[in-house]
């Protein structure tokens, strides 16, 4: 079992940037791909970035390709999202979730999740 926690978020101008960070518990950290998600108010949950257990391979959805990093320490049993280049459409309440998919993009896949971080981008 994993327990997560996210930090990192809140109010940045358009432009600006801010790191995520997720904290996990729990002795197989390194077992599981560690993904972010976000949901903006009034919209569905959306893919952000994905990380294998190793950290060898990451994936972005193209909305985030270029301006974001997710990165793993698995030492600390730490997940971040270096997220630069905002922009007030990346407003949202991140997530930071776990699986053992390989690289999924769905967040059913991911059976545990954080409580979330609000990142606000104003303009």
């Known amino acids: 079992q994993v327990q997560l926690v996210e930090s990192g978020g809140g109010l940045v101008q358009d432009g600006g940037s801010l790191r995520l960070s997720c904290a996990a518990s729990g002795r197989t950290f390194s077992s599981y791909y560690m993904g972010w998600f976000r949901q903006a108010p009034g919209k569905e949950r959306e893919f952000v970035a994905v990380?294998?257990?190793?950290?060898?391979?990451?994936y972005y959805a193209d909305s985030v390709k270029g301006r974001f990093t997710i990165s793993r320490d698995n030492a600390k049993k730490m997940v971040y999202l270096q997220m630069n280049s905002l922009k007030p459409e990346d407003t949202a309440i991140y997530y930071c979730a776990a699986t053992v998919s390989y690289g999924s993009r769905s967040g059913t896949d991911y059976r545990y999740w954080g409580p979330g971080t609000q990142v606000t981008v104003s303009s």
């Open positions: 990380i294998s257990w190793s950290g060898g391979s990451t």
